[in-house]
């Protein structure tokens, strides 16, 4: 019933930047949480940062001062804006959000397709 459009991944030289962002379209009543995961070739899926609809921010330790998560509530649209990129940063990006559908319903947790980035040295 809900789908995360994802967009802004590609191919960056290291000290680069790229802005992905990310949409929620269908059935919503209210978007809660939404944030950015991402998973390297052979290594667990992290959580890299995430923003709740009253603006509270987690970002992991090793993107603080490179990486900023942002949001527009009213186009039900979450950011990340990657700056300073390194090679390690390479990976699948993936959105998520937690949707609720209705004002008495629970919230539904919804992942993006993914979107890669590649930062070349």
């Known amino acids: 019933q809900v789908q995360l459009v994802e967009s802004g991944g590609g191919l960056v030289q290291a000290g680069g930047s790229l802005r992905l962002s990310c949409a929620a379209s269908?059935?919503?009543?209210?978007?809660?949480?939404m944030g950015w995961d991402r998973q390297a070739p052979g290594k667990q899926r992290e959580l890299v940062a995430s923003?709740?609809?009253?603006?509270?921010?987690n970002v992991e330790d090793s993107v603080k001062g490179r990486f900023t998560i942002s949001r527009d509530s009213a186009k039900n649209t979450v950011y990340l804006e990657m700056n300073m990129l390194k090679p390690e940063d390479t990976a699948v990006y993936y959105c998520?959000?937690?949707?609720?559908?209705?004002?008495?319903?629970?919230?539904?947790?919804?992942w993006g397709q993914g979107t890669q980035v590649t930062v070349s040295s």
């Open positions: 998520n959000a937690y949707v609720k559908e209705s004002t008495w319903g629970r919230q539904k947790e919804y």
């Open positions: 269908g059935h919503i009543f209210r978007v809660n949480d």
């Open positions: 923003i709740s609809r009253d603006g509270t921010i």
